[in-house]
């Protein structure tokens, strides 16, 4: 018995472009009156959206927008810097960063027991001192293990004491220096000295690349897709050309920097934005002559510490699992998730082996890194490489022209040039466009802090990029609900929301205005169907009110219920939706704030906790 060919969709006719555009047309008309209805290119305009960066990504994708795109482990690297089954799945390299040496010693032996393949040591101040180092990887064959360590202030004792632990087993060992003096001045705002680069080269053992290209800094304060490559390719060039000046070819260089880049929860952005910088940096390579297999940036992705929230962490579990698919489909050779409690402070072992596992799960259950360039010929994944890149190479060029990465840190071209992008990115999180789960969006108001997260030392007070964090503005909010609740037996600040008329009438904006109070957790006090005069009487013990229900009920009762808020000392009224739909010019006067979806919800929220008298 045979089985036949499935054809699935093949016994459909296809349609045409033109075919779609005009259902897109009838889509977006279907609500218009006669004589304002959309043009084709103003439909399309409405659906294209642009990146806070300024990429454009299209509503539809079609043959007409592919182009070559080449072949795994060769020029330009889009698809990856090894070509197919020539190297294993990404190592697993998870970060430590706990000053007590002993436990970091514990959680480094059982992430290596568990199916990690690399450690990260973070040595500065407020995580591990150079001289405990050792201690830390007590146990650990560096042969097997790919040891990597990074910096702010101590980079130089931080190499000295990774290389002083693979004294003996230099042959086979692989890993990082972490050698990134760029890197360091972004977050210190310190001058930079790159004259002591050749020298770490000389010294680092075969398989352990000297130079780290760290972008994350860069992430941390806001920068966008196109920003980290163009950062990073300049930052990448600068080494070479230092180097160069030193006595090192362009060649050794190269194979002496590993590039580490943040892997958010824009899973095309991110799987792009890796396939982009190789190809910026092979470009790199062929312009200085590096011989063409040595040209592919070796990518170290880390889930981005912007992304992760402090309030409803479980949340972060997505963000994480989202960020290493993408990361290991961009082809990244290396990753490490961070902990879904990272935000709030030292990760525990639970923590640890849930983000370990994440990996391990893509990795052997899944398959996924037996896959090359997954992404790879998609139409979209290809547009939006090519703009991350050609853009990214245009703002190389510039810091180029303006004297170098270096010279563009000094001087806050890159800090000023990072505050736009991020200052867009946080105006479209205040409005909830782009919505933050747990925090801007279904918040979880009397959630439990976590209780087993050890506090993590004072970060020290560096003068170069600020850090923010997506969340933050969100969590001040919350902050400060919960500093009131303290201080009044546990209550938190209360406002009253006036149903208006029947459930039919009122059920939508009650839902949504309570889930937009909850997120800066305040007790919403919920009165259905009341009178004025009912109203007024509820409203003796609240400074604030806000009136929800439909237009036509606005229409009959909006007057009446706010001028008895009114006269009943209430100093702030607000309505969920529109003043224009009481339909008085009384409304004016009698609503102080109109409460809809896309406004500045920080904005509102922050304004109503001062009203409510509590403290900032």
């Known amino acids: 018995m045979t089985t036949p060919d499935l054809m699935l969709a093949g016994e459909f006719p296809s349609p045409t472009e033109q075919e779609w555009d005009a259902e897109v047309l009838k889509a977006l008309n279907r609500r218009r009156p006669p004589g304002s209805e959309l043009t084709l290119e103003q439909a399309m305009a409405r659906l294209t959206t642009v990146t806070v960066d300024g990429l454009s990504i299209a509503p539809l994708y079609t043959r007409t927008d592919a182009h070559p795109i080449g072949y795994p482990g060769q020029m330009p690297f889009t698809r990856g810097a090894q070509a197919p089954g020539s190297a294993s799945p990404w190592i697993v390299e998870q970060l430590h960063e706990d000053p007590d040496a002993t436990r970091t010693n514990l959680h480094v032996l059982d992430d290596l027991q568990c199916g990690a393949r690399g450690v990260w040591l973070r040595v500065d101040a407020d995580a591990i001192v150079p001289d405990d180092l050792g201690v830390a990887l007590a146990g650990v064959v560096p042969e097997a293990v790919d040891l990597s360590v990074s910096s702010v202030t101590r980079q130089e004792a931080a190499a000295e004491a990774l290389l002083s632990c693979l004294a003996g087993h230099e042959a086979g060992a692989t890993g990082s220096l972490g050698i990134d003096p760029l890197g360091a001045a972004a977050v210190t705002g310190e001058p930079v000295d790159l004259t002591k680069l050749a020298a770490w080269i000389g010294r680092a053992p075969d398989g352990v690349r000297a130079l780290s290209v760290d972008v994350t800094p860069y992430d941390d304060a806001g920068a966008g897709d196109v920003q980290q490559v163009g950062y990073a390719i300049a930052t990448g060039l600068a080494y070479v050309r230092a180097l160069e000046e030193q006595g090192v070819s362009p060649d050794r260089a190269f194979a002496s920097i590993r590039f580490r880049v943040a892997a958010t929860a824009d899973q095309f952005g991110t799987i792009c934005r890796l396939r982009a910088l190789r190809r910026a940096w092979a470009r790199v390579g062929e312009v200085l002559a590096v011989p063409e297999a040595a040209r592919g940036a070796v990518q170290h992705a880390v889930t981005s510490r912007r992304i992760l929230t402090r309030d409803d962490p479980w949340v972060n579990l997505l963000r994480a699992t989202i960020s290493s698919f993408a ?17 709030c402070g030292l990760p525990t072992p639970f923590s640890r082996r849930i983000a370990r596992n994440i990996q391990l799960l893509a990795a052997e259950e899944t398959h996924l890194g037996a896959v090359t360039d997954p992404a790879g010929g998609s139409w979209y994944v290809e547009n939006l490489t090519d703009q991350i890149a050609g853009n990214a190479w245009t703002l190389m060029q510039a810091i180029e022209a303006a004297g170098g990465m270096a010279r563009s840190l000094a001087d806050g071209t890159v800090a000023a040039q990072i505050a736009e992008v991020a200052a867009a990115r946080a105006a479209l999180i205040a409005t909830r466009k782009l919505p933050l789960t747990g925090v801007s969006m279904f918040p979880k108001p009397d959630e439990t802090p976590l209780d087993d997260v050890v506090p993590r030392p004072p970060r020290p007070p560096y003068h ?57 957790g305040l007790n919403v006090v919920e009165i259905p169907g009341p009178s004025p005069a009912e109203l007024a009487l509820a409203a003796t013990d609240h400074r604030v009110v806000i009136l929800a229900s439909s237009a036509k009920v606005y229409a009959e009762q909006g007057v009446a219920c706010a001028q008895a808020l009114k006269d009943a000392g209430v100093a702030w009224v607000a309505i969920a939706g529109r003043r224009s739909e009481i339909g008085s010019e009384a409304a004016d006067s009698l609503i102080d704030q109109e409460i809809y979806d896309s406004m500045d919800v920080v904005a509102l929220l922050s304004g109503l906790l001062d009203r409510l008298g509590v403290a900032k």
């Open 464 to 520: 170069g990029l600020p850090v923010r964090r997506d969340a933050a503005p969100f969590e001040a909010l919350r902050d400060r609900s919960r500093a009131y609740a303290a201080a009044h037996a546990g209550a938190p600040p209360a406002v009253l929301l006036a149903c208006l008329g029947e459930q039919r009438d009122y059920g939508a904006r009650q839902g949504f205005t309570s889930a937009l109070l909850g997120v800066a």
């Open 327 to 343: 990361a290991a489909v961009g082809g990244a050779e290396i990753i490490t998730t961070l902990p879904h409690d990272t935000a």
